[in-house]
């Protein structure tokens, strides 16, 4: 069974770092592209959803949302079968459900396989 | 960047009812689409991938179609338990982006 589970979550003052991480498990980890998206009240409608950030099966593409880029960077370990996201410079827009999100390429498709998340306070 | 619009943001159907949401993408995306099913408290859960393919587990009251820039999801029998919000997403090129969803109320 696939199982992507996310930990880091907490509340931050603006301007503070803070470091998610996803432990993944049930397939190979390795052998494909991660995202991370989160659902907040930064954007649109309520509680929308946000892509953040993409990171390729090898690290050697990582790309990055506008709103976040030059602030959060994100890293895998494929050895320890786990996804980072490293968040820095946090604002009050920051504040948001962030999942972990596994790629699968299919032919002229791709589907997402989604943890359950963990919350991301930034305030004072 | 593409830009997906969703209609309507909201509505209020009742159980059996037919129920048409529309995405529209700023641009063509060929058939990377996706539709989300979003529970409070719940991850988003994959309902149909491009554009028209039910997931697995997914019940037939769902269904999608679309290509280039019009897509249409349907649940064509409301049940209590559709309560949600609904998003699309395009998968064709980064910045990946969703709509800004549709909250489905049941009379």
Known sequence: EVQLVESGGSLVEPGKSLRLSCAASGFNFSNGAMHWVRQGPGKGLEWGL??????NM???????APSVRGRFT???DNGKKSLYLHLDSLRAEDTAVYYCVREIVGVGTYIWEWG?????TVSS | DI??????SFLSASVADRVTITCRASQGINTYLAWYQKKTGAAPK???YAASTLHSGVPSRFSASGSGTEFILTITSLQPEDLATYYCQQLHSFPLTFGGGTKI???
């Open chain 1, 116 to 120: 359950q998340g963990t919350l991301v």
């Open chain 2, 105 to 107: 109320e049941i009379k």
């Open chain 1, 74 to 76: 994100v890293f895998r």
């Open chain 2, 46 to 48: 994959l309902l149909i």
């Open chain 1, 58 to 64: 090898d690290s050697s593409t990582k790309l990055y």
């Open chain 2, 3 to 8: 830009q997906l619009t969703q209609s309507p």
């Open chain 1, 50 to 55: 946000e892509w953040v950030s993409y990171i």
